[in-house]
């Protein structure tokens, strides 16, 4: 017959586990503290970076990228306030901020046309003209940061993937896995037709309709009945801009 552990025997087993928890929680304690100086070494070092290569960061938007990738690793978000060193040391915060700014007047600017929605290149060179600066110098990168900062404003700020392309909404339009595909299809000549609309998707016509219908009532596209097939055009400012231009540079 098995004897039963005794009082003094289960005591002694509670103290045992005590001791490994004590022994546990100084381990992970101690692992914490090393976690937090290497931290604080790698923020120091990279303050020191940032003093040394303050020009390169503030006028090379390639290193201005990969300087906010390094800051991410160690969780130092230099956009997080226009106050404090990275401020001080670089003034990016301000650059952002101005960037920021020209966007939403860029964007309210061009909503009577494209219903809000504007193709992230087109307002990188629209950028470029208000800052009189060359599409180089101001990078894809530098547009997304200062958007993601314009969610404080609404809904309405964000950028969506249409095919190839990245468009930024600046209306609090809800966009669909249906809309996105037209507008995905509209990038090849600029508009869509109801039959393109049914053979490309395999839709109903009703369908077909009711999702270009929305688009037409958000401002997102426009209607043109003047052809001679009779079959009504749905033209989208948004993506038909973005290729007239581009075709004008490939040609010049």
């Not at 923020?43 to 020009?55: P, V, W």
């Not at 547009?143 to 190839?164: D, H, N, Q, T, Y």
Request: aromatic share 6%; charged share 30%.
């Amino acid at each position: 017959m098995r004897r039963r552990p005794g009082i003094a025997g289960l005591q002694n087993a509670a103290a045992t586990r005590d001791q490994f928890r004590l022994v546990g929680e100084n381990v992970a304690k101690v692992r914490t503290d090393v976690m937090k100086e290497q931290l604080a070494t790698f923020r120091s070092q990279l303050e020191e970076f940032a003093r040394k290569h303050k020009n390169d960061i503030r006028k090379n938007p390639i290193f201005r990228q990969q300087f906010h990738e390094m800051c991410a690793k160690v969780g130092v978000d230099p956009l997080a306030s226009n106050k404090g060193v990275w401020a001080e040391l670089l003034g990016i915060g301000d650059f952002y901020y101005e960037l920021g700014v020209q966007i939403v007047d860029i964007c309210i600017a061009t909503r009577s046309h494209n219903g809000g929605l504007i193709d992230l290149l087109d307002l990188r060179k629209l950028l470029c003209q208000k800052r009189k600066a060359t599409l180089e110098s101001l990078s894809e990168d530098d547009c997304l940061r200062a958007i993601s900062k314009l969610k404080v404003l609404g809904s309405g700020f964000e950028v969506i993937s249409v095919g190839r392309r990245k468009l930024v909404r600046s209306v609090p339009t809800e966009l669909n896995k249906d809309h996105s595909g037209i507008l995905g299809l509209g990038q090849a000549e600029g508009y869509v037709t109801v039959e393109q609309v049914e053979k490309e998707f395999s839709w109903s016509t009703g369908r077909a309709i009711d999702a270009l219908e929305t688009l037409l009532k958000e401002g997102l596209a426009m209607i043109d009945d003047g052809h001679r097939d009779g079959k009504r055009r749905y033209w989208f400012p948004c993506v038909t801009v973005s290729s007239e231009t581009t075709s004008g540079e490939t040609k010049s």
